[in-house]
């Protein structure tokens, strides 16, 4: 019996592998599914999939397929590494994977770089925002060179970075007329990295930085910090982190500890789940959300067929990032079908090689192209609050 | 602020935050002094407490009970209690449940079994924390964002009592803590060393073969335990949501760990120890919070821990324990 099923199980794997190797491409995302992120990454995967929907799953005369993949375990709540090594192994191992979308968090992203410039595969982060995975002066003194260890640019991102970001804060923070700021962060590669180019730029404008600090994620509440806060004069307290990493609960206590001071955040924050982790009583007002891009509602051209197809096919709004999501998607497809427009083979080397040829890209986000270090050229940044339960923006920058 | 008043601040945080540890450290002490198993599913029934606080605020219609005009001068202290006790009582079943169906077959298997059996426990109750988290009920999202953290409402009036000019914040929140579990844990302590049930308690934890000899039905008195380790957690669920304004799937991982941690500080069996254990913990932080870095937090309290268990093996009230299996 055993050698009739083997027998089988051959001539089944023969059958079947050239079906799928010839002909079907995928592309896979890897997010925090799992976990508060879940509504923003939700809406980031429809986002892909309405990129793909645009070419009818068809790149030339390959199916295109796409799967969603979780890099968060229940236990975290938030990304795992683990999980996210298992996803890069998972799309090396599978041949017809021909782009890998992902990362959410910038910690994750180290995690998977190294692993698939080795295999070769093209990655588009739609939402990483830590300087350090692509430039060097940001971080440690092996950045980013230990995320290429094939010394080819094989990760590329949509989404603008942190030194943007964090420069952008501090000059607000200084318009909303505050003199001393203290500086917190998650003790993530994403927090600690936007708190870092926070501060740094605070002090070459003139701000006083009266104290700098890491704290607990899981902490169940940060009254005595916020005590230690008060103390230290701050008007303006600038947390590098994510509502994963308790952003909510920080915005609480700041109000429920008495301070009166303004609470700016990083992008990280920019998700409905925010305002609901937080109730928006403690941020009407008093806390500033910076995002890489604009509200959905604002965006024109392409990104306003975007912001109205999502509408229509999803039957809600957007979240920040799904519009990232979506262009990441486009620009691997658009990549895909210059090589099979050219008669090359789809593979992950020419996929890699047309990605990195991106230049004056017109999509949801406007004309971009992807410079040497695989980072986008768009730097448009807004700065949001709360009003009504909702986000509003304040200031767009260009 | 001086240096005086934010000392004042801390140690009101310190021991607001300590008594709730404190509440849910005697889950762990109790169960753990009479059938020795270290119950990891003790913070994720906690958590579920959390839940159905909210799910009734949600049902009652929690934005009727934030304006303290629609209500009559004290029943939020009313509600209060009555959640404190509601959600107790569940606790106290679901702890029980989990006793019968799950530790109860398992009590003559090795403490390794057991003790793994807790940990998957405490995983099916995180998910089932995190199905509920996405209730299609306004107070959840709609059910959009199932593991986000939950906005929990403010009960009691949120003013500050020493005045608005004040620097040193007390509030409402933080008598509501000790009016809760000073009571508790009063009345635990004399339910402990009065009753024929509490003697039942301590003469098992003693040596359960000689207990079940002399006619203790050991079995009732295990269900009790369970029973009320749950309703401590239960109720603690509450103050601690009310005080932190948030509740979220997770809530009980670091409650249980802070927890755990002050039951082993005080010398885990112990129940004036795991009192003691908590409030210290508490106050640990809240001092190192402001006058370390909150970064190194945690680093000071498991030091801690380490140094009394360098010196103290049984904890700080610990007595010198029986030769253990």
Not at chain 1, 354 to 359: N, R, S, Y
Not at chain 2, 127 to 139: R, S, T, Y
Request: hydrophobic share 45%.
């Amino acid at each position: 019996m055993k050698t009739v099923f083997a027998r089988l199980a051959l001539v089944l794997a023969a059958s079947v592998t050239p079906l799928l190797g010839a002909d079907t491409i995928k592309i896979v995302s890897s997010l925090p599914r799992t976990g508060s992120a879940n509504a923003q990454t939700t809406s980031m995967v429809n986002g892909i999939k309405m990129a793909i929907a645009e070419v009818g799953g068809k790149i030339g005369d390959a199916t295109l397929a796409y799967e969603d993949w979780d890099d968060a375990s229940p236990q975290r709540g938030n990304w795992d590494p683990a999980v996210e090594a298992q996803n890069a192994d998972k799309a090396i191992a599978d041949p017809s994977v021909l782009a890998y979308i992902g990362t959410y968090n910038s910690g994750a992203a180290k995690i998977s770089m190294p692993k698939l410039n080795e295999a070769g595969i093209v990655m588009v982060s739609p939402a990483n925002t830590a300087p350090n995975l692509t430039k060097s002066g940001f971080g440690e003194s092996n950045e980013p060179a230990v995320y290429r260890p094939s010394g080819k640019v094989n990760y590329f991102r949509v989404v603008p970075t942190d030194d943007v970001q964090g420069a952008v804060a501090a000059d607000f923070a200084k318009e909303l007329g505050a003199k001393k700021v203290f500086v917190l962060n998650d003790r993530e590669v994403y927090g600690k990295g936007v708190a870092g180019v926070f501060e740094k730029h605070a002090k070459e404008i003139g701000l006083e930085v009266v104290g700098v600090d890491g704290l607990d994620a899981k902490a169940s509440n940060y009254k005595s910090l916020v005590t230690k806060m008060k103390q230290a004069g701050a008007e303006v307290v600038y947390f590098g982190g994510t509502t994963q990493t308790n952003a909510g609960q920080l915005a609480k206590d700041i109000v429920s500890g008495g301070l009166k001071a303004k609470l700016i955040v990083p992008d990280g924050c920019y998700e409905k789940a925010f305002i609901e982790a937080a109730g928006s009583k403690a941020l009407e007002g008093r806390a500033f959300i910076t995002f890489g891009g604009v509200d959905p509602k604002l965006l024109t051209g392409k990104g306003k067929d975007f912001y109205e197809n999502y509408k229509k096919t999803y039957d809600g709004e957007p979240e920040g990032y799904a519009v990232y999501g979506y262009e990441a998607a486009k620009v691997v497809i658009a990549a895909m079908q210059r090589v099979a427009a050219a008669g090359g083979k789809l593979d992950r080397a020419s996929v890699l090689a047309e990605v990195a040829k991106t230049k004056d890209f017109t999509g949801a986000l406007g004309t971009w192209s992807f410079d040497g270090n695989g980072d986008t050229t768009n730097r448009t940044m807004s700065v949001n609050t709360v009003k009504d339960g909702d986000f509003t923006t304040v200031k767009v920058v260009q | 602020m001086t240096e005086t008043e934010v000392f004042m601040q801390q140690v009101i945080y310190g021991l607001s935050n300590g008594m709730i540890i404190a509440l849910v450290a005697l889950g762990y002490t109790m169960v753990y002094g009479i059938v020795e198993l270290i119950n990891f599913a003790h913070g994720d029934v906690f958590t579920l407490g959390g839940f159905l606080a909210l799910t009734i605020l949600g049902a009652l219609g929690a934005a009727a009970f934030i304006d303290p005009a629609t209500l009559g001068e004290g029943s939020h202290w009313l509600l209060l209690f009555a959640l404190v006790i509601g959600c107790g009582l569940f606790c106290g079943v679901v702890n029980v449940a989990i006793d019968t169906v799950v530790y109860k077959p398992l009590r003559r298997a090795s403490k390794l079994t057991q003790l793994v059996a807790a940990i998957g426990v405490s995983f099916i109750l995180v998910n089932i924390a995190l199905f509920w988290g996405g209730a299609p009920m306004d107070v959840f999202g709609g059910g959009n964002a199932a593991a986000a953290s939950k906005d929990f409402p403010e009960l009691l009036e949120g003013s500050n009592l020493l005045g608005e000019e004040s620097n040193v914040v007390l509030r409402l929140e933080d008598i509501a803590i000790f009016v809760v579990t000073i009571p508790l844990m009063v009345g635990l302590t004399l339910f402990v060393k009065k009753t024929r049930l509490g003697r039942g308690m301590r003469a098992t934890a003693q040596n359960p073969v000689a207990a079940q000899l002399m006619g203790i039905d050991t079995n009732r008195v295990i269900a009790a335990t369970f029973m009320i380790g749950g309703f401590l957690g239960g109720a603690a669920s509450v103050m601690w949501s009310l005080y932190s304004n948030t509740i979220s799937f997770q809530m009980g991982f670091r409650a249980g760990m802070d927890a755990f941690t002050a039951a082993v500080l005080g010398g885990i069996g112990s129940l004036p120890g795991a009192m003691v254990g908590g409030v210290l913990i508490g106050l640990i932080r809240a001092m190192s919070d402001q006058y370390i870095e909150t970064r190194w937090t945690n680093v000071v309290v498991f030091g801690v821990l380490i140094l009394i268990l360098v010196f103290r093996p049984s904890g700080l009230l610990g007595l010198k324990q029986r030769e253990k299996v």
